[in-house]
């Protein structure tokens, strides 16, 4: 695993940018595997000014999302298809057509998830995935437990999480406790991975990230498997 270590929030965000930026350059009709939460919302705002200025173009960009909470409406303003519109879609030359995130209303959670991982396969895959990492380790929904599942999957949310993510709902009992994500086995086909970590409240996950062993407990610890990934970080979440 490479590591770019970055003074603050605002280099890691440039950082990440400019890995992206340079992909949409290379090759203009690639597809991106897109996170949501506070970690890359600096990168897109990045993003978002630097197509505002005529540098990078989404017009033939597909994206897929990692995951959605469920059930929930796109409109809600917790969902993830929301927070992407918020933060990328609505701002750039993106045809929200090819934009893709779980539906968080499927009646068919299986057939829905393999779909999805089909539908990224015949796109060619993800070129390049981003990736935010969890205080417990979990990548995605990939929760921390006894067996991971390989694709995209409905799954229970730990009591972490629903904890981690209570700020951005009025209680913690709005939180939902499930969730679409994409599996482990879904986003280790992606040809290159970019995880974003901030802060020291990061730092005990990216410290087992970093260890040798590979474990469920921890599900960070499977991209080291993975022989193209850079973690873009500041020196509290390497470092503590
Ligand atoms: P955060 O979430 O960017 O809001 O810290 C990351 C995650 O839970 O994967």
Avoid: W
């Amino acid at each position: 695993m490479k590591i770019i270590v970055c003074e603050n929030y605002e280099e890691i965000s440039q950082e990440a940018a400019k890995l992206v930026a340079d992909l949409m350059t290379a090759k203009p009709d690639c597809v991106l595997g897109l996170a949501t939460g506070s970690t890359p919302v600096g990168m897109y705002k990045k993003l978002v000014e630097m197509n505002k200025k005529g540098e990078i173009s989404f017009e033939k960009v597909t994206s897929y999302n990692l995951d959605e909470y469920y059930p929930i409406e796109p409109t809600h303003d917790q969902s993830y298809r929301y927070f992407m519109n918020q933060n990328l879609f609505d701002h750039v030359n993106i045809d929200k057509s090819k934009t893709f995130v779980p539906n968080g209303l499927t009646k068919d959670p299986a057939k829905e998830g393999a779909a999805y991982d089909a539908a990224i396969d015949a796109a060619g895959g993800i070129d390049l995935q981003i990736l935010g990492i969890g205080q417990n380790g979990h990548i995605g929904f990939n929760e921390p437990d006894d067996a991971l599942i390989a694709g995209t999957h409905i799954t229970s949310l730990t009591e972490n999480t629903i904890e981690a993510n209570s700020r951005f709902f009025a209680s913690k009992a709005d939180v939902p406790t499930q969730a679409f994500t994409m599996g482990m086995g879904s986003i280790m086909k992606a040809k290159k991975i970019v995880l974003l970590a901030n802060g020291t409240n990061k730092h005990a996950a990216v410290a087992q990230m970093l260890d040798d062993k590979i474990t469920t407990s921890c599900p960070a610890t499977f991209l080291k498997l993975h022989k193209d990934v850079i973690l873009i970080c500041d020196k509290a979440a390497l470092n503590g």
